[in-house]
């Protein structure tokens, strides 16, 4: 599969419809981390996560495979953006305080992955991968979000995708597990936010290529009925995913 290509095409939408991860999620990060010197941010997008690490690390690396992507990243004098895979980087040894990647784990090599993370932590270094699943508004709207989006795409979504669905419990951790908060992800969204944020997943890009978007239209059509006006907005909730890990020496 080339996730390169995918989650290339329409990085500026990326950029405005995807949610903020909660301020809790960096404050735990930097607390558990050896020092706050310097943080990766792994397949970063458009820098989303690594412009909240920033206001926690002096310093953060922030690398995707995707220029198009990085070209849309919000520039930070704290952050250093560069093109290049997660599996093979040229950072120096033994350098980082945390290692993170948002919302991609599940994309990785984890075999050559892991090595790399491992040759580029600290001693007592901080691995952490967090994402988010399933959008809740209520039973009415999460209904039709499922009858006429959901059941629609599903046939898109890559293997891969169970493992974030699975709050990546069968993904095995070379590090030692770390304890993590609860915390919550919520958004205030009106409905077409709503369907911006949808239209980013990558098995709704698919199906769009490939029958076209139809399908949204329709969908908009039958969650105005349960939304109200399209203009109000609506407490989202997302299904969080943490996990961490600190390498032992």
């Given at each position: 599969?080339?996730?390169?290509?995918?989650?290339?095409?329409?990085?500026?939408?990326?950029?405005?419809?995807?949610?903020?991860?909660?301020?809790?999620?960096?404050?735990?990060?930097?607390?558990?981390?050896?020092?706050?010197?310097?943080?990766?941010?792994?397949?970063?997008?458009?820098?989303?996560?690594?412009?909240?690490?920033?206001?926690?690390?002096?310093?953060?690396?922030?690398?995707?495979?995707?220029?198009?992507?990085?070209?849309?990243?919000?520039?930070?004098?704290?952050?250093?953006?560069?093109?290049?895979?997660?599996?093979?980087?040229?950072?120096?040894?033994?350098?980082?305080?945390?290692?993170?990647?948002?919302?991609?784990?599940?994309?990785?090599?984890?075999?050559?992955?892991?090595?790399?993370?491992?040759?580029?932590?600290?001693?007592?270094?901080?691995?952490?991968?967090?994402?988010?699943?399933?959008?809740?508004?209520?039973?009415?709207?999460?209904?039709?979000?499922?009858?006429?989006?959901?059941?629609?795409?599903?046939?898109?979504?890559?293997?891969?995708?169970?493992?974030?669905?699975?709050?990546?419990?069968?993904?095995?951790?070379?590090?030692?597990?770390?304890?993590?908060?609860?915390?919550?992800?919520?958004?205030?969204?009106?409905?077409?936010?709503?369907?911006?944020?949808?239209?980013?997943?990558?098995?709704?890009?698919?199906?769009?290529?490939?029958?076209?978007?139809?399908?949204?239209?329709?969908?908009?059509?039958?969650?105005i009925k349960v939304?109200?006006?399209?203009?109000?907005?609506?407490?989202?909730?997302?299904d969080f995913v943490?996990?961490?890990?600190?390498?032992?020496?």
């Open positions: 599969m080339d996730t390169h290509r995918l989650f290339s095409d329409k990085s500026e939408l990326y950029e405005v419809a995807r949610p903020l991860y909660p301020e809790a999620l960096f404050e735990y990060l930097a607390k558990v981390a050896p020092s706050t010197l310097l943080a990766w941010d792994c397949a970063c997008g458009n820098g989303q996560a690594a412009n909240s690490l920033v206001r926690y690390f002096e310093r953060v690396e922030a690398t995707d495979v995707s220029s198009e992507q990085i070209s849309n990243a919000k520039l930070n004098p704290k952050i250093t953006y560069s093109v290049a895979t997660s599996e093979r980087t040229s950072f120096a040894d033994s350098s980082f305080d945390l290692v993170c990647v948002a919302q991609a784990l599940h994309w990785f090599d984890f075999d050559a992955y892991w090595s790399e993370v491992k040759r580029v932590l600290k001693p007592d270094g901080v691995f952490a991968a967090w994402g988010y699943t399933w959008p809740s508004v209520d039973a009415a709207v999460d209904k039709v979000f499922k009858e006429r989006i959901l059941n629609v795409i599903e046939p898109y979504w890559a293997p891969q995708n169970r493992l974030l669905w699975d709050h990546y419990e069968n993904i095995e951790l070379p590090f030692s597990r770390l304890s993590t908060p609860e915390l919550k992800m919520q958004v205030n969204w009106n409905l077409d936010e709503f369907l911006s944020f949808v239209s980013t997943f990558s098995a709704a890009r698919r199906c769009v290529d490939d029958i076209g978007d139809s399908f949204l239209h329709e969908a908009r059509d039958e969650l939304w109200g006006p399209e203009t109000t907005k609506q407490l989202i909730d997302l943490l996990l961490a890990g600190r390498l032992e020496t």
